[in-house]
């Protein structure tokens, strides 16, 4: 299995930006696909971003899209969230997430493995 750990959450104002990173350790990290998924309180988990094992196919969520970008390196392990134009809507823990099937899921049900979360908090 591979264990995740997300870091680079802060606290940021509106229209700024964050670089969150994911490190892996374990399992060789070119076998998963990688997802960003973010929980805002009293709500349910939501997609945000995803990309395959080559680091050549992604998905966005509508609500990111143009904002937000997903990236990978495979030799230091890593997958990373740049976000910019951040709103107050974006205030959430962000999660990464990994699965070994071909296709790039949206569904947080679909992703075995989970980091504990970075705080990401924008100011208006």
């Known amino acids: 299995q591979v264990q995740l750990e997300e870091s680079g959450g802060g606290l940021v104002e509106t229209g700024g930006s964050l670089r969150l990173s994911c490190a892996a350790t374990g399992r060789t990290f070119s076998n998963y696909n990688m997802g960003w998924f973010r929980q805002a309180p009293g709500k349910e988990r939501l997609f945000v971003a995803a990309?395959?094992?080559?680091?050549?196919?992604?998905r966005t969520a509508d609500s990111v899209k143009g904002r937000f970008t997903i990236s990978r390196d495979n030799a230091k392990n890593t997958v990373y969230l740049q976000m910019n134009s951040l709103k107050p809507e974006d205030t959430a823990v962000y999660f990464c997430?990994?699965?070994?099937?071909?296709?790039?899921?949206?569904?947080?049900?679909?992703?075995?493995?989970w980091g504990q979360g970075t705080q990401v908090t924008v100011s208006s």
């Open positions: 990309i395959d094992w080559s680091g050549l196919a992604t």
């Open positions: 997430a990994a699965h070994t099937e071909a296709i790039l899921y949206i569904t947080s049900t679909q992703y075995e493995y």
